[in-house]
């Protein structure tokens, strides 16, 4: 698990779970205990094609609140 901050200061957390630990629930669990880990509102971007990562964060008590494009200039 990892919590720093993110895009426009926010407060992000990441996390992963090695493949052979998972299936137990202790992504719902880090994320959830993340929680308790700083005051401050948490943030988790998370591809929307990963299903196993939206069920934990969902289970967890995270609320889904949209979506973010990052949009970078054209390399010359």
């Known amino acids: 698990m990892?919590?720093?901050?993110?895009?426009?200061?926010?407060?992000?957390?990441?996390?992963?779970?090695?493949?052979?630990?998972?299936?137990?629930?202790?992504?719902?669990?880090?994320?959830?205990?993340?929680?308790?880990?700083?005051?401050?509102p948490l943030w988790a971007q998370i591809a929307p094609g990963n299903a196993a990562s939206v069920r934990a964060f969902l289970a967890a008590g995270y609320v889904p609140i949209g979506a973010e494009a990052l949009l970078v200039p054209p390399r010359a």
């Open 2 to 40: 990892l919590i720093g901050r993110g895009v426009g200061g926010r407060w992000e957390v990441a996390l992963e779970v090695e493949p052979a630990g998972r299936g137990r629930g202790l992504g719902r669990t880090l994320a959830r205990a993340a929680r308790h880990l700083t005051p401050h």
